[in-house]
Every structure is written in structure tokens, then in C-alpha cells.
């Protein structure tokens, strides 16, 4: 009788840690792996906080104005202004979590160089990119620069980063 | 004397084989579970786990609403447009007669000598691929450009606050290393036609006849870097803008825009360009830009943009 509470007591026990491990398959904010994010979704809300017009653009012209490698990218949105300001937004879906630093640097290089142009150019513009976000997470990167930061700093972490 | 131990039988031997075996099971489980677990009883990543579903449940619901809400929106403006196009139409038919948009619309005044070099609309519009050797050279408009009309081909070398006095100086368009110039930039690119557009940003000058001397000298150090041996070189004119919009200094009219673009006219004429009237799309017939073409009166958005797109695929030089 002993025996066979303990072995009862037991198979619940492999039933609910079987039941733990397929349940936690899903998104979870806390395992960077496991993250996966609607790219154009993020992107249409992130354009929400940028009070000027920006518009979706092809990869061709991701690629030739934050050199990414391509290939090493599964997915890219990205949202470029008019040129009258520097509110532009980013969300890549990298092939392998590995190129996610590069992409990274990048952009912080595209940051650099339009901070140095519209030092002359448009100088209020220099504080939009002083606080500019970018964020990783899994696979993905995401950065944004914009009119609202602290809402656009919610949204990304609603997203999972 | 104690009582000895029974050795367990073969039922008993079995029950604790299979006791012990799920209860290696379980633990091999929670070694994997151990982190989830620990998390999934943290109440702050609970808390996180309501709000991101609920995040969730309304962004759907949002969505729906939102395309609703787009639906009527645009079948709201389109009677707003249409109400408001019949009542700027009558509003300047009342104050004079109906401007004329033809190749003539936007040029300035006294540029009939230029004609020749103003490139007509041909009979049917090249596709993307005609841009594959070309280069787009330019300020912050040519990068709006670049950045909404859709356009798939072609190199672009553009920047904001490109102008004649800083070209050859400023490290000013993005490479993977860093800035560089201008030259710097197109000796990395094979390009057989060139699209110029310079002028908004020189609309402060005092002397416009040195503007006119300044663009010959980088188009012609433009085409020194060309794989080709003669270039074709479009110039485009300085768009508009819409003055009432304009906050970056009274310098910034369309009386400026004029004088630069006879200079360029100029230019074009005694270098043998060809010169695109963007202004004939752009012009409200008034010499100025169409009112709502620029949320800050000089860059264009989307719309004009594409705009500016498909008058370039219908504007070009037929080869020979």
C-alpha cells in the first residue's frame, strides 16, 4: 500500500513536470531564446511615436543604408522619414542569433554618422539621437529613433525585450 | 531477539524497480523545468505574463478597429478631397483662370531659350531597370526620395544638407566604415548616367551666378569618376516649396527657387545636360509646391515622391 501511494504520488509528479515542459514551449520574456516577435507589427507601432510621416522601404535600401549582411538576415522591416528628420525605425529577424552584435554595431555606427550630419544640418535633431534605442533579444534587433521615446521604450518591452 | 528482515519478493522487487525509475524520471524533468518553474512562480514575471497577454488580446482588437476606423477615414477624406479640390477649384477660377500644367508649368520666367534642353515626356515609361547604371546624387529631397518613391534601382549618394559650398569638403555620406565625400563615395560605384539635384540648399546665396559656376565644376568632376567615357547627366530642378510652411528662413521662397533654376538652366544648356522640370507635376501653377506635397514645406512625402518616380520613368533620353 506504501508502495503504491509512493508510486502514485510519483507518476503524478512525471505527469505535471511532462505537462511543465510542453507548456513552456511558447514565448517567454524570461528565455531569450525562445522570443519571437512580429517584425512588421512592432514596426507599425514604433512608427506610432514618430509625429512625422515615415514610410516601409525595401531591403535593397535596409541593406545600402545600414550595410547588413543580407544573408545573414531572415526578416527586416525598417520605416525612413521624408529627410526632413532623423525618426527612422529597424526590426531585423537575424539568422542566427550569432550576427545580432554586428547588426548592433551597425547601427550604432548609423547613429554616429547621422548625429555628425545633423549636428549642421538640423541640430534639435541630435537629442532624438542621443536617445535612440537599440535593443536585441533572440534572434532579433530593434532600434528606433523617435519623437517619444519612453513610449517607444514600453512598446519594445511589451514585444518580449 | 529482533525480528528478521524478510527478504522483498518478486512483486515487492518489482514496485520498487518501477518507484525507482519514476523517480528518476521526475528529477531528469525538474533539472530541465528547475529555471521555468522558479520563473513561473516569480510574481513579477507573472504580472509580466498578464500584461503581455492582455497586450496581446487588445492589440488584436485594435487592429480590428483600426482598419475600420482606416476604412472610414479614407472614404472620409476622399469626400473632404473632393469637396475641398471643388472649392480650391472654384476658388482660383474666381481669382484668375485655371493654370495650365505642361512642360512649360514651373520653369521660370524667360526660360523659353532653355526649352531645348528641358527633356520631354516620351511615348512610354522605362521600368526600374533603366536606373541600374545610374547614380542619384543629392541633398536631404533626393534621400526622400530614394527613401518613398519605391524606387529598386540605382545607387544613391545622398545627404542631409548636401550643398556646392560643403561637396568637396564634408565627409558627409555613410559608408560601413564611416563618413566619407562625395568623390570618395562614387569611386566605389560604376554609374553611366547621373541624376543631380543640389540647389534647395543654396537658396541663401548672395551671388546665384556663382551657384551656376560651382554645379558645372562638380558635374564635371562628377563625370570624370563615370565607367563611361559621355555620361548621361540629368539635372533636376529645385522643387517648390510651400512657403506658408517653411520654417528654416525667409531665404527659403520661391522667387530664389526661380533664380537658382535658371542657373542651372544655364549650366545645362552650355554643358549639354538635360534637364528634368520636376515642377511641371509639382507646380501649383503659381510657382509654388502643391499645398500638402511637404509636412514641412520643402520635403516631399510619400505620395509626391512616387510622384516624382514616375515622372522620371516617363522623362529621359532615348538612346540612339
Redesign the interface.
Known sequence: MKNKTKALVLACLCIFATLMLTACGGKSSSDSADVTVDAKQLCKDLEGTIDSEVSEVSSDVIASTYFFDMDKIEESVAALNSGSNACEVVVLKCKDASYTSEAEDLLKKRVESQSELFASYNAPEVAKLDAAIIKAKGNYVVYCVTDDTDKANEIIKNAGF | MAQKKKRPNAR?RR??F??NI??L??LI??V??G???I??FSSQ?IQ??I??EE?EVF?SANLTEKQTEAVTEMSSENSTEKSSENTTEQENESETDAPVTDRFTGLPDGSDEYMDIVVPEQASAVDDSYFEDAVFIG??????????S?I?KG??V????MELENFYTDS?I???A??VTVLDALKNINFSKIYMMLGTNELGAYDMSQVGESYRQVLADIKQLSSSPDPIVYVYSVIYVDEPLVTTGDYVNNTNVDAVNMEILKMCKEEGYHYINLNEVLSNGYHGLISGA???G?????DY?KEWLEYTKTHYIPSV
Open positions: 515487492e514496485n520498487g518501477i518507484i519514476l523517480t524520471i521526475v524533468l525538474l530541465f523545468e529555471k521555468s518553474l520563473s513561473l514575471t509580466d505574463r500584461r503581455q497586450s492589440a541633398d536631404s529631397r533626393m534621400q526622400g526620395f530614394r527613401n518613398l519605391g529598386t545607387s544613391f545622398t545627404a542631409v544638407g558627409q555613410a559608408t560601413a564611416g563618413n511637404a509636412e514641412d520643402i520635403h516631399l512625402n510619400t515622391c
